[in-house]
């Protein structure tokens, strides 16, 4: 028998976050955000579940060339653009729908003499301050994209860095708008966070939900569950091990952790290199045979230690719920001190992937 650990894909919990996505979107169109392996999901597996999306948003070529291969001909947006001007031909080939954030991806696009017709996103910096074109530099962008004769369609987009947040969309709103007012064009602006809590502001034409297709909250203040999200990914796994501490015996790597009383630990077949935080302190909630622990210890490469001292019924061979059903990421992570985006992202190639 291989090892117990496994990831567990739902395509049911897919369509139903999808259509709660489409309930927020109204009539905007949805692209899908598959980036970084569909968030850890795996690319193909999700694009085939999330089929009533409008369209598919990533970054990697490899990634589009590999759904154009399966069939995919639903549009596709590349959010970082391209990067070198041989890409180009890759983009008309596989009918890639570029986001053009830099000077320099205009100079390209004017050097290679598009063959177009290529549809590009134009993307405006309202704040965030990482990708786009800021306001001295908008209208010299439209004007080069409206004036290539290779270049289709233009849709305006900018990138939210506080809908989660106390800062919410406002500002970023008002100044993207007056940036872009003179221009006659499709709009994309909303994550999850932005449809969700700002559908009616944000969703325009296309919006741009990740996270939230996956069953996860893009929120500290609202859970999945409270959203009516449902959780695609469910990392489970058994306890492989059992030991029995006396008050004052210690635990796992650099002996971290000291038994205050008498305490039972399951060893779980789960460790950093499946994907779980390393940086998961004591405490992190788990649950075993469906009931809620935490972990004790540090945890190592392959394994990670759980308190079961109340759970008698548990031994080798019980399962042990890592995240998922029953346990939402957002609280793992929340106890790790990070986001559940991270989490699943970093589910590693070795755990055993079972759809149902
Ligand atoms: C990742 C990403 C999204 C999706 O964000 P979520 O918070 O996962 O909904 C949307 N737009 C852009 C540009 C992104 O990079």
Same mark, same amino acid.
């Given at each position: 028998?291989? #090892?117990?650990?496994?990831?567990?894909?739902?395509?049911?919990? %897919?369509?139903?976050?999808?259509?709660?996505?489409?309930?927020?979107?109204?009539?905007?169109?949805?692209?899908?955000?598959?980036?970084?392996?569909?968030?850890?999901?795996?690319?193909?597996?999700?694009?085939?579940?999330?089929?009533?999306?409008?369209?598919?948003a990533m970054l990697d070529f490899?990634?589009a060339v590999?759904? #154009?291969?399966?069939?995919?001909?639903?549009p596709i947006l590349m959010l970082e653009g391209f990067f070198k001007p041989e890409d180009i031909a890759l983009l008309l080939k596989y009918r890639l729908t570029p986001v053009i954030h830099n000077i320099e991806q205009i100079e390209m696009l004017a050097k290679a003499g598009v063959g177009g017709p290529l549809d590009v996103y134009l993307k405006v910096n309202s704040?965030?301050?990482r990708l786009g074109f800021a306001v001295d530099n908008v209208r010299l962008a439209w004007n080069a994209l409206d004036g290539n004769p290779g270049i289709g369609s233009v849709t305006l987009m900018t990138h %939210?860095?506080?809908?989660?947040?106390?800062?919410?969309?406002?500002?970023?709103?008002?100044?993207f708008?007056?940036m872009t007012q003179p221009f006659e064009a499709p709009r994309s602006?909303?994550?999850?966070?932005?449809?969700?809590? %700002?559908?009616?502001?944000?969703?325009?034409?296309?919006?741009?939900?990740?996270?939230?297709?996956?069953?996860?909250?893009? %929120?500290?203040?609202?859970?999945?569950?409270?959203?009516?999200?449902?959780?695609?990914?469910?990392?489970?796994?058994?306890?492989?091990?059992?030991?029995?501490?006396?008050?004052?015996?210690?635990?796992?790597?650099?002996?971290?952790?000291?038994?205050?009383?008498?305490?039972?630990?399951?060893?779980?077949?789960?460790?950093?290199?499946?994907?779980?935080? #390393?940086?998961?302190?004591?405490?992190?909630?788990?649950?075993?045979?469906?009931?809620?622990?935490?972990?004790?210890?540090?945890?190592?490469?392959?394994?990670?230690?759980?308190?079961?001292?109340?759970?008698?019924?548990?031994?080798?061979?019980?399962?042990?719920?890592?995240?998922?059903?029953?346990?939402?990421?957002?609280?793992?992570?929340?106890?790790?001190?990070?986001?559940?985006?991270?989490?699943?992202?970093?589910?590693?190639?070795?755990?055993?992937?079972?759809?149902?």
């Amino acid at each position: 028998m291989s #090892r117990p650990i496994r990831a567990t894909i739902s395509a049911a919990a %897919f369509a139903h976050n999808l259509a709660i996505a489409r309930r927020h979107a109204g009539a905007a169109k949805i692209w899908a955000v598959v980036k970084a392996n569909a968030y850890g999901h795996g690319l193909l597996r999700s694009v085939q579940a999330l089929r009533d999306a409008d369209g598919y948003a990533m970054l990697d070529f490899a990634d589009a060339v590999q759904l #154009r291969g399966a069939g995919i001909d639903k549009p596709i947006l590349m959010l970082e653009g391209f990067f070198k001007p041989e890409d180009i031909a890759l983009l008309l080939k596989y009918r890639l729908t570029p986001v053009i954030h830099n000077i320099e991806q205009i100079e390209m696009l004017a050097k290679a003499g598009v063959g177009g017709p290529l549809d590009v996103y134009l993307k405006v910096n309202s704040g965030m301050n990482r990708l786009g074109f800021a306001v001295d530099n908008v209208r010299l962008a439209w004007n080069a994209l409206d004036g290539n004769p290779g270049i289709g369609s233009v849709t305006l987009m900018t990138h %939210f860095a506080d809908a989660d947040g106390e800062g919410g969309i406002a500002a970023q709103m008002q100044w993207f708008n007056e940036m872009t007012q003179p221009f006659e064009a499709p709009r994309s602006l909303a994550n999850s966070a932005a449809l969700l809590r %700002f559908a009616e502001e944000t969703r325009a034409d296309w919006v741009r939900p990740g996270i939230m297709l996956y069953g996860c909250s893009p %929120f500290s203040f609202k859970s999945a569950e409270e959203i009516g999200l449902r959780p695609v990914m469910t990392l489970t796994s058994e306890i492989i091990g059992v030991q029995h501490l006396q008050s004052g015996e210690r635990i796992g790597y650099g002996m971290a952790y000291e038994a205050a009383q008498e305490m039972t630990i399951g060893v779980v077949a789960c460790g950093y290199a499946d994907g779980y935080p #390393r940086h998961a302190p004591t405490s992190t909630p788990v649950l075993v045979a469906g009931q809620r622990t935490g972990t004790v210890g540090r945890v190592s490469m392959d394994m990670m230690c759980v308190d079961i001292s109340d759970i008698p019924e548990a031994y080798v061979g019980t399962p042990v719920t890592l995240w998922g059903e029953g346990l939402s990421c957002d609280e793992v992570a929340q106890a790790a001190g990070t986001v559940s985006y991270e989490l699943l992202c970093a589910l590693a190639t070795r755990v055993p992937v079972v759809e149902i």
